[in-house]
């Protein structure tokens, strides 16, 4: 696995990290 394609994955992941936490207050508050 390329540096490139890991940090390409690591920032999407974390990405979606982000939305999900967001989605998840917005709905419970």
């Not at 490139?4 to 419970?28: C, D, F, N, P, R």
């Amino acid at each position: 696995m390329s540096a490139e394609l890991k940090w390409s994955l690591s920032t999407v992941v974390l990405a979606l990290a982000v939305i999900v936490t967001y989605s998840l207050i917005a709905v419970t508050h």
